[in-house]
């Protein structure tokens, strides 16, 4: 994946999101405290905001770029989106939501994984023929995984898929995104503000404050392990001024 | 029933079905724009559509009248380009029962659609649904509860309209009788059984008209 984030700019209430990156990692993790502009940064990616300044591109194709007036819609990107709460389709039932986009899809999509392997990488095989109302929140994030993996994204977004979720939970959950970006080989951008998923998940972290990114590097230099059940965010190295 | 007041029954439920369905597509259209969408001259177009509910219906009528009645701004455009004849005839009864009900059409599903999490159309769209089919696959299903009660509101309204159609429509037996005019015309000439009558044929289809919207209305909130 290559995916070019150049000169971004994005006003939002209290600050203006600042951008200037491109990730090719399998799994990128963009962490930081609610409001840093990460989600933001997602729905931009995704063509859900425009942008007033900058330019994005996936593998070579231009998504956005402000000068010269492009705007690739979302349902011509071929990126898929999974917000927190999954966002899933209360009036059609699991099976309705896995194949909604084989059902609408306008523009051509790259080789779908079928139905059938989706189906069985995720567990969802006892689901299908349920009722989104009686799901369980582990179960509707699966489906939303699903629903997205199905409509054959370049580029998958995750916002706090697991933030949601009881604690015991999320080792399951963390164990289906592993499986995803092993069996179907589709790059994530996954959005978190715990760091243990971070180190979980991401090849790459991306610390994002107040819109700007203020630190960046493998998941595993940034966040170092502690005596609490959680790590934490280490400190950057002091490095000794020139004499 | 006297053959009149099926024949009365029948025209009133024919007009209320016709109005009702005329003002769907504008009404479901305007709805979604006010609801989703941010435009010059919102407000004010929130205002015309709310006036109808606040205006006596007389005066209503009397616009229209002057609107569309042979001197008026569209009933010479009409008959000389259409060679349609608005007022006194059937259409003049469905043009005042449209006008008197597009407000409840308009406010019921516009709230209906409000209600919809936008967040969840953001999804279709990015599983490759345009803007189009995402109103038809996702918005309209989401909301069609307040929907069908809009349009049920908007029906009952158009049963019982009286002010604006008497002025635009006049009151013209076997052409423009509805149930209300027949009703007031009735109890003119002392002849309150018959009134009755229609009364309770009234009360009895907006009764029913009125308790399906509030289902709906409740399965909607649910």
Request: charged content about 20%; glycine content about 8%; overall charge positive.
């Amino acid at each position: 994946m290559n995916l070019e984030i150049a000169r971004l700019r994005l006003p939002l209430a209290a600050f203006v999101l600042e951008l200037d990156a491109v990730l090719q990692s399998r799994v990128t993790g963009l962490f930081g405290a609610s409001g840093a502009g990460k989600t933001s940064l997602l729905e931009t990616i995704a063509g859900l905001r425009r942008p007033t300044a900058g330019h994005i591109s996936l593998d070579g194709m231009v998504l956005t770029d402000v000068g010269e007036g492009i705007f690739l819609p979302p349902e011509a990107r071929g990126i898929g989106f999974v917000p927190q709460d999954g966002a899933l389709f209360t009036h059609l039932d699991v099976r309705g939501n896995l194949s909604f986009s084989q059902r609408v899809r306008t523009h051509p999509a790259r080789t779908a994984p079928t139905f059938e392997h989706v189906v069985e990488v995720l567990n969802l095989g006892p689901l299908v023929a349920r009722r989104i109302g009686s799901l369980s929140g582990g179960e509707k994030q699966r489906v939303a995984f699903g629903r997205a993996l199905l409509a054959a994204p370049q580029l998958l977004l995750l916002d706090e898929p697991l933030a949601s979720l009881e604690v015991e939970l999320r080792d399951q959950i963390i164990s289906y995104l592993r499986r995803i970006r092993d069996e179907f080989k589709i790059p994530m951008l996954l959005v978190s503000h715990n760091a243990d998923e971070m180190v979980a998940l991401c090849d790459e972290v991306l610390v994002l404050e107040t819109g700007r990114c203020i630190r960046r590097g493998p998941a595993a230099e940034l966040f170092r392990p502690s005596p609490r059940p959680h790590h934490v965010l280490a400190k950057p190295v002091e490095r000794a001024p020139f004499a | 029933m006297s053959p009149d007041a099926w024949q009365v029954t029948w025209f009133t439920a024919w007009v209320a079905v016709t109005s009702t369905l005329c003002i769907l597509p504008p009404g479901l259209a305007l709805a979604w724009l006010l609801a989703r969408r941010n435009w010059p001259g919102k407000s004010i177009v929130e205002t015309l559509v709310a006036l109808p509910l606040v205006i006596p219906p007389v005066a209503t009528g009397l616009i229209l009248l002057k609107l569309f009645g042979r001197h008026g701004f569209i009933g010479r455009w009409l008959e000389e380009t259409l060679g349609v004849e608005v007022v006194f005839t059937w259409k003049a009864v469905v043009l005042a029962t449209a006008v008197m009900s597009f407000p409840l059409l308009v406010r019921t599903a516009r709230v209906a659609f409000e209600n919809v999490n936008p967040r969840v159309e953001h999804v279709a769209r990015t599983l490759g649904a345009g803007p189009w089919r995402v109103f038809w696959t996702i918005t309209l299903p989401l909301a069609r509860s307040g929907v069908i009660a809009g349009a049920v509101l908007a029906f009952a309204r158009a049963l019982g309209e009286f002010g604006a159609t008497v002025m635009v429509a006049g009151f013209i037996p076997g052409k423009t009788e509805t149930l209300s005019l027949s009703i007031y015309h009735l109890v003119q000439l002392g002849r309150d059984g018959e009134a009755l009558g229609l009364l309770a044929v009234s009360v009895a289809l907006a009764f029913g008209a009125v308790w399906f919207s509030e289902r709906m209305l409740r399965k909607a909130v649910a």
